[in-house]
């Protein structure tokens, strides 16, 4: 950018050139500011959506207790260990394969399991998983499908992608029965995340698959539910208790 000579006609050219100089770095300065205060503003308006999980778990943590019912604790040790199982076949896929989607998916299915045992603290009730190894379970049920899980993901890399896909479609199906059986709202708010999350997962594995040319048919779901999600974007944010956006 030039400085506008005509406002300064008979000034030596030193002097023009240090004005010139002085005016870029004062616009330069001026446009940094402004960017510095958009992204201020930014993180005030959405500052809550950076570190999602942390943060679920914060609102969780801070909500009262609430008197939670027999099949809301059975929900809560079923979903520790059904959450544990997707990210301990992440984690064996990872190893096997080596290819990142799987090793992404068990960081947060790690944080999925994390927070269902904070609920499990927050409500003093007993964790299943005395022994975080990973393919160790206490439900006989879970270890089952993880045992066959494994040797079916361990043909290949696509029928890696394939049993990753199931064990989410599992996680939607039975989050979708144990939210409509809770009543406190910590719980299904942390269910509903979870869901929210396992739906984005289903969607990263199918699109992986699709890339490799081949398609995937529903196991748990019906193919109309797991069409409905793949066909829908990505979604983001933290979801409440009834599955809507917690910022909107």
């Known amino acids: 950018m030039s400085t506008n000579h005509h406002l ?27 960017i510095v205060s958009s992204a201020i503003a930014q993180q005030g308006k959405w500052g809550k959506k950076i570190n999602q999980t942390g943060y679920c778990t914060q609102i ?7 008197d939670v019912s027999d099949k809301e604790r059975a929900g809560l040790i079923y979903m520790r260990e059904e959450e544990k199982l997707a ?15 799987f090793d992404d998916i068990a960081q947060s299915e790690q944080k999925h399991t994390d927070s269902i045992r904070s609920l499990l603290v927050k409500y003093e009730i007993e964790d299943p998983v005395a022994n975080d190894q990973r393919g160790i379970f206490t439900n006989t049920e879970i270890q089952q499908i993880y045992n066959e899980l494994l040797i079916s993901g361990s043909i290949s890399f696509l029928d890696a992608l394939q049993v990753g896909a199931a064990v ?19 719980i299904k708010i942390v269910y509903q995340n979870l869901m929210k999350g396992s739906r984005n997962h289903l969607r990263s594995y199918v699109s992986m698959l699709e890339a490799y040319g081949r398609s995937y048919e529903a196991v748990y779901l019906t193919s109309e539910e797991v069409t409905a999600i793949i066909d829908s974007p990505m979604e983001n944010g933290l979801y409440d208790e009834d599955g ?4 909107e």
């Open 244 to 247: 809507n956006s917690m910022f």
């Open 87 to 101: 990210r301990d076949l992440c984690q064996s896929f990872y190893h096997k394969w080596g290819t990142r989607i």
């Open 60 to 66: 969780v943590d801070n909500l009262p207790l609430e």
């Open 168 to 186: 989410e479609e599992l996680d939607i199906s039975d989050l979708t029965k144990i939210v409509a059986e809770a009543d406190s709202q910590d």
């Open 8 to 34: 300064v006609a008979g000034l030596p050219e030193q002097e023009i050139t240090l004005m010139e100089q002085t005016t870029t770095l004062a616009l330069a300065l001026t446009f940094s500011l402004l």
